[in-house]
């Protein structure tokens, strides 16, 4: 059974930083690629980075580029999203997920492309 567990999220003044964690285990880490989302207050659930099961391509949504990195320690089964220049409007609960299919050289952006997911860790930015 796949199971996916967040960590590192809390409060920061805007222009901090945060890392968030993502374990991972029930299957072979390396072979599925991984993605980070994010649920605003009374907003739907939005696609924020992505990274192909080998760590070697990663995608982020225009708003967080040049501030978020995402990585992966395959070896540790875990993803990370450091977030830097923390901004109000990055308030929202972070969600991780992996997909369904095998992608070593991929990455997805579409929810409908995730099959398991994280149970979320709360982001407050203050302003």
């Known amino acids: 059974q796949v199971q996916l567990v967040e960590s590192g999220g809390g409060l920061v003044q805007a222009g901090g930083s945060l890392r968030l964690s993502c374990a991972a285990s029930?299957?072979?880490?390396?072979?599925?690629?991984m993605g980070w989302f994010r649920r605003a207050p009374g907003k739907e659930q939005k696609f924020v980075a992505a990274?192909?099961?080998?760590?070697?391509?990663?995608y982020y949504v225009d708003s967080v580029k040049g501030r978020f990195t995402i990585s992966r320690d395959n070896a540790e089964n875990t993803v990370y999203l450091q977030m830097n220049s923390l901004k109000p409007e990055d308030t929202a609960v972070y969600y991780c997920?992996?997909?369904?299919?095998?992608?070593?050289?991929?990455?997805?952006?579409?929810?409908?492309?995730?099959?398991?997911w994280g149970q979320g860790t709360q982001v407050t930015v203050s302003s």
């Open positions: 997920a992996t997909t369904y299919v095998t992608s070593s050289t991929y990455y997805y952006t579409k929810r409908s492309d995730y099959g398991y």
């Open positions: 029930g299957r072979t880490f390396s072979s599925y690629a």
């Open positions: 990274i192909s099961g080998s760590g070697g391509i990663t």
